[in-house]
T-cell receptor
Framework: NAGVTQTPKFQVLKTGQSMTLQCAQD?????MSWYRQDPGMGLRLIHY???????DQGEVPNGYNVSRSTTEDFPLRLLSAAPSQTSVYFC?????????????FGPGTRLTVL | AQKITQTQPGMFVQEKEAVTLDCTYD???????LFWYKQPSSGEMIFLIY??????QNATEGRYSLNFQKARKSANLVISASQLGDSAMYFC????????????FGSGTKLNVKP
């Protein structure tokens, strides 16, 4: 089991560029989510998915798109990068939506937007 | 609305001593789960311990225990016999039954273990 994997680990973009952060899990988890972590602010939910074909917005969705065509993959797209999107991005997954289900995190992607 | 508050931005503890990291929460859900994660300097998020709102006993996992006081809405993490490797950021998180698609995280506590 690789668990939750994310690529790339590091990325530098110029303002206005677009890119996709990749996330995959091999645990057959229904629930997947994206967070961003900024200094002193903990983790904030960007988008989440409760299964293939179903996505919804979290706390800070603006500037990001997601889709979920398979159970395994949940890519995050930055449409037009801005310096305010400089952050560490984590993907996470869990079995289902019950309150007892722990989320497991990927290693993170450190994104810098110049 | 759901909210997690961690009021200790940073803490020091002597090696081999116990330390308590505070977490309070606010929720209107009757059923919810509380989680603690550790984030070492390498950056990954490591799950430590879970407590359900209807669990009568406090959760324990090795040197970690969760001091759950439902009436006070607190879920403090207790680390016994601190080790140098415990130096890290610690996050408290919550997931509620009626808003179960969303995990809410506190701002974290930076723990430094001194030799």
């Amino acid at each position: 089991n690789a668990g939750v994997t994310q690529t790339p680990k590091f990325q530098v973009l110029k303002t206005g560029q677009s890119m996709t952060l990749q996330c995959a899990q091999d645990m057959n988890h229904e629930y997947m989510s994206w967070y961003r972590q900024d200094p002193g602010m903990g983790l904030r939910l960007i988008h989440y998915s409760v299964g293939a074909g179903i996505t919804d917005q979290g706390e800070v969705p603006n500037g990001y798109n997601v889709s979920r065509s398979t159970t395994e993959d949940f890519p995050l797209r930055l449409l037009s990068a801005a310096p305010s999107q400089t952050s560490v991005y984590f993907c996470a997954s869990s079995y289902d939506r019950g309150v007892t289900d722990t989320q497991y995190f990927g290693p993170g992607t450190r994104l810098t937007v110049l | 609305a759901q909210k997690i508050t961690q009021t200790q931005p940073g803490m020091f503890v002597q090696e081999k001593e116990a330390v308590t990291l505070d977490c309070t929460y606010d929720t209107s859900d009757q059923s919810y789960g509380l989680f603690w994660y550790k984030q070492p300097s390498s950056g990954e998020m490591i799950f430590l311990i879970y407590q359900g709102s209807y669990d009568e006993q406090n959760a324990t996992e090795g040197r970690y225990s969760l001091n759950f006081q439902k009436a006070r809405k607190s879920a403090n993490l207790v680390i016994s016999a601190s080790q140098l490797g415990d130096s890290a950021m610690y996050f408290c998180a919550m997931r509620g039954l009626y808003n179960f698609n969303k995990f809410y995280f506190g701002s974290g506590t930076k723990l430094n273990v001194k030799p």
